[in-house]
């Protein structure tokens, strides 16, 4: 049975496991999932197609402004992101995109851009969101706001993992440093920087796997209905 008429916003650094988490607790409670993560990655995917300087913050707002995104939930339950059409879910995950998306997420018209589709995509509640800034500034309204974190290290160790598993070779010592930057740029953007938002309830995963943070979640939304 789906709970309707209710919001939540998920936030929190790379590694954190909120789109794990989000996904999960969306499919349990009946909710549609957005992941904004994913638009700022399409953003940056485009930049990089078409040459843009990932610093010409003029010709990145244009871009998210004018681009074509659609989130669509597959027959099989997954979620895939189409930019222009094209079905981009595979792309937006290589390490390219990932090392860019940081500078991408911190001009703010691109933030304009996007905050705005989110929060319509919002408006009509039933929804998990994920991402760094939700509770904060795109669903400053949710009902329930959680902000997961884990220590770097657990961090990197997760997305090594991960990427392991796509057979990626990259080393655990590369991708907590390309963690530990990305965090800098969201912690210290002038525009939405990532925070927990007031009245949050912070949840440290370090030492949790994915079921017993589900499980958390859910029943704080139990116990407070
Ligand atoms: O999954 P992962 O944590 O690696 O990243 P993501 O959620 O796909 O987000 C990628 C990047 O987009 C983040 O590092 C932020 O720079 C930016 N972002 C943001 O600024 N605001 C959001 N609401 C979501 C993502």
Same mark, same amino acid.
């Given at each position: 049975m789906g709970k309707k008429g209710i919001s939540i916003a998920i936030d929190g650094p790379a590694g954190s496991g909120k789109s794990t988490v989000a996904r999960r607790v969306a499919e349990a409670l009946g909710l549609l999932y957005v992941d904004t993560g994913a638009m700022y990655r399409a953003v940056t995917l485009k930049a990089q197609r078409e040459k843009i300087?990932?610093?010409?913050g003029e010709a990145l707002t244009k871009l998210a402004n004018e681009l074509d995104l659609s989130y669509k939930k597959m027959p099989d339950h997954t979620y895939r992101l189409f930019m222009d059409g094209e079905d981009v879910s595979d792309e937006i995950r290589t390490e390219r995109v990932s090392t860019g998306v940081s500078l991408v997420a911190a001009v703010k018209g691109v933030r304009r851009a996007l905050v705005e589709r989110q929060k319509q995509m919002g408006a009509a509640g039933d929804v998990v969101m994920d991402g760094r800034d939700i509770g904060s500034t795109?669903?400053?309204?949710?009902?329930y706001k959680i902000f997961l974190t884990a220590s770097i290290h657990e961090r990197a160790k997760r997305r090594w993992l991960e990427l392991q598993a796509q057979k990626v070779d990259v080393s655990l010592e590369e991708i907590e440093e390309g963690l530990q930057k990305r965090d800098y740029i969201d912690c210290n953007?002038? /525009? +939405?920087?990532?925070r927990p938002a007031p009245g949050c309830l912070i949840l440290?995963? /370090? +030492?949790?796997?994915i079921d017993q943070v589900v499980g958390k979640i859910l029943s704080l939304i139990n116990n407070n209905p």
């Open positions: 300087s990932l610093d010409d795109v669903l400053p309204e949710a009902d953007r002038e /525009t +939405d920087p990532l440290d995963t /370090t +030492d949790l796997d």
